[in-house]
Nanobody
Framework: QVQFVESGGGLVQAGGSLRLSCAAS????????IGWYRQAPGNQRELVAD????GSTNYADSVKGRFTISRDRMVYLQMNSLKPEDTAVYYC??????????WGQGTQVTVSS
């Protein structure tokens, strides 16, 4: 059974960087488009970046120019110039529509001011 496993979160000061990793457990990593989502307390989960198998990428306006998504057998999210408003639990899933059965535990990113 496929499930995504996220890692790489942590506590960082504003202006710092983190690199998140996403692996799929249970089967080959064969989905076309994979996205990074985030959910802050009290907010809905939002898609912040996605990448197709061919390497095409899309970014939310709020992270454009600061975050970079990439993939090989895993999917990565390089986050630079982090802001306190980037604080959230980050998840990966299929994009642009996530599959409910594939949500993992996520990885917490906390940016202090």
């Amino acid at each position: 059974q496929v499930q995504f496993v996220e890692s790489g979160g942590g506590l960082v000061q504003a202006g710092g960087s983190l690199r998140l990793s996403c692996a799929a457990s249970g089967t080959t990593f064969s989905f076309n488009a994979i996205g990074w989502y985030r959910q802050a307390p009290g907010n809905q989960r939002e898609l912040v970046a996605d990448i197709t198998r061919g390497g095409s990428t899309n970014y939310a306006d709020s992270v454009k120019g600061r975050f970079t998504i990439s993939r090989d057998r895993m999917v990565y999210l390089q986050m630079n110039s982090l802001k306190p408003e980037d604080t959230a639990v980050y998840y990966c899933n299929t994009a642009p529509l996530a599959l409910a059965r594939l949500w993992g535990q996520g990885t917490q990113v906390t940016v202090s001011s």
